[in-house]
């Protein structure tokens, strides 16, 4: 067998499921078979090839998604490390290796960063090649769909452990997937009361069962008045932005306490607009932006909280589909009724 389904975006407004030659690996790289891809906001972007799919370097056609979990078959030319049969999950971020920042710990942020599923070809597809650096072999214990969507969950782990979550009351703003991962990582991180809030009840909803101690909706409560009085109108220590909403944004400075700490994972669409001195310098708030996982740091941490059953994300998976159903997860992701999609490329 020399072929494989694949989800290929063939041209701006055509993407479809269809037969591509499985590919091969060269030197540094290794071929999974693709067990669980997980369908993100990025991939809905790229079916919709909007403004932001149009600028960042994407060449059509190619095969979509960057989310996923597999076993290694095969290993180019000098790969060590990762060997056939391994589970593995990919880390989207594919750095240079010679860079100021791969030579300083922070090839995440690698200054010629490429990302696996948009600069190259991706894992919506049976097979998929990966640079080898970014195959992360991971424990038995964790299963291929909770495996596919460590990526993203590695985003929300790294901002609770950056903020220092234990005995802090925190605040999670978007209850995403991101978002809801950063509740799950908080509570087992140990965090004091989380608060999360969401526009959409049925996230909310999830945001509970991963247990946020309050979920809380800006369009029907005063979500400031409600943690001040929660929190002895200090405000609350730490602020995990995962919505993208300038508004949320803005707004949890007014319950941020002085001298909290903010940590920066959504994506507004827009600036913004803060009164710096009131907000920030005064305040002393710390504000970092967390873009992915530390590599690997984030990874060892991570799955060891997974391994030993201290972190639970399952409630996020809402739906599972066979990738040739890979339409209806779009469309399900879409009008909202799905959080996190997984699809199974070897099922019918
Ligand atoms: N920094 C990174 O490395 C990184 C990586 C991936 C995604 N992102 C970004 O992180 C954000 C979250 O990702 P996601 O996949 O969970 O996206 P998502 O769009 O599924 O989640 C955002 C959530 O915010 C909610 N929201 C909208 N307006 C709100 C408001 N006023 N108050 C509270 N919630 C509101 C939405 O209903 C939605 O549930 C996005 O902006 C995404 O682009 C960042
Ligand atoms: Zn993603
Ligand atoms: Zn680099």
Sequence with gaps: MSMMSAVVKKTADQAELT??????????????????????????????????ARSVGIEL????????????????????????????????????????????????????????????????????????ICARPIPGEISHDIGAVMEPLGTAVRAAGEMQVAGANVMVLGCGPIGLFAVAAAVSMGAAKIFATDISPARLEIAQIMGATQALNPLTEDVAQIVLAKTGNFGVDVV???????????????????????ALIGLPGKPIELELGREIVFKEA?????????????????????????????????????????????????NGEACKVIYHPWED
């Excluded at 944004?249 to 909290?260: A, E, I, M, W």
């Design 19 to 52: 037969s591509m030659p499985i590919p091969k690996c060269g030197p540094g790289q290794v071929l999974i078979k693709v067990q669980s891809a997980a369908l993100c906001g990025t991939d809905m972007h790229i079916f919709e090839w909007n403004a932001w």
């Design 61 to 132: 056609p190619y095969i979509m998604g960057h989310e996923c979990c597999g076993d290694v078959v095969a290993v180019g030319e000098g790969v060590c490390g990762v060997k056939v049969g391994d589970k593995v999950v990919g880390e989207t971020h594919i750095p240079c290796g010679h860079c100021y920042q791969c030579m300083n710990g922070e090839q995440h942020i690698c200054a010629n960063l490429k990302m696996f599923g948009i600069h190259t070809n991706g894992c919506f597809a049976q097979y998929a090649v990966i640079p080898a």
């Design 240 to 262: 995990i932005e995962a919505s993208g909403n300038v508004e949320a944004l803005k707004d949890s400075f007014r319950y941020l306490r002085k001298g909290g700490r903010m």
């Design 286 to 334: 710390k504000i970092i932006g967390i873009h992915g996982r530390k590599m690997f740091e984030t990874w060892t941490q991570m799955e060891n909280m997974l391994a030993s059953g201290k972190l639970d994300v399952s409630p996020v998976i809402t739906h599972t589909l066979p990738l040739n159903k890979w339409q209806q997860g779009v469309e399900l992701a879409k």
